[in-house]
């Protein structure tokens, strides 16, 4: 028989005041896999992941944590799955490391704390109280919290966020060893590397729905799998954007439509054209820009990401 999924969310609906921020989502998590919440702020990942912490009850549809009810069945669920809230959610006032022993002692197998607190970079910070950490240093101690009792299934509401680099680096080492472990992850992030770097399955979210689902190959791969990327030498109105577009779609047999807009991750004068890229796209361009005597300062063909993807669906930029 199938593994029964880790999350199973169906119709799921949560009101504040008479505004939906959740508004119909479905949502399955795979048992033993990543699975990366992907969307804008205000998207409501956090309130879905809440619903599934048991934390917030929905107003319709059905949640089903592990098989269970997180609100009926909250006690049998608590010491099998970790939490990791976006706000920390720790006391202040006690020392780290203690913290953290205090954590371990309530799991029947927990994780070896010092080793836990020293790979988070944690080991120099044991006998600071929680108030006196970093933000970033926070977020370490709130994910070495949600981890120290073996969960069967960790949410991590925003993991990475706040934290330098390094910090980054080795939090993101943690989750591909958790799944290799066999522990179920369910993460929100905003950051597409972290969706594309650790996420099995990628499911994004705009408005309280579910807008585009799969791996981060197939979403990818969903519409043409390149982008032709551009420096300009001066900011480009709507007027000539559309002029551009039009320009790059008008041949004979050019196939899909293409859409020329403002990089999201670049600079003022950097651009973007989606759709089906081929060679013929590049020449087009620059046949653009020389009757407008335009000289581009760079211009490159690479891998649509999943911002392209999220651009593509909502017209907006994640971040
Ligand atoms: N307790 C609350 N009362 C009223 N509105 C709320 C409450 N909690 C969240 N919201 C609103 O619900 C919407 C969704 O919030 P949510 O935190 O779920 O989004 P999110 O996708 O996690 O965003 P972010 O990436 O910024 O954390 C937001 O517009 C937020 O302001």
Known sequence: MPESPAVEIRGLVKRYGSRAVVDGLDLVADAGRVTAVLGPNGAGKTTTVECCEGLRSPDAGTVRVLGLDPLADARALRPRVGVMLQDGGLPTGVRALEMLEHVARLHARPRDVGELAERLGLGGFARTTVRRLSGGQRQRLALAAALVGRPELVFLDEPSAGMDPQSRRAVWELVRELRDEGTSVVLTTHLMDEAEDLADRVVVVDHGAVIAQGSVAGLVASGSDRTLRFTAPAPLDAAALGSLAEALSARPGAGAARAVR??????????????????????DLTAWCAGRDLLLSRMTVGRRTLEDVFLDLTGRSLR
């Open 262 to 283: 403002p990089a999201a991750d670049g600079g003022d004068l950097d651009y973007v054209v989606t759709g089906d890229v081929d060679a013929r796209t590049l020449a």
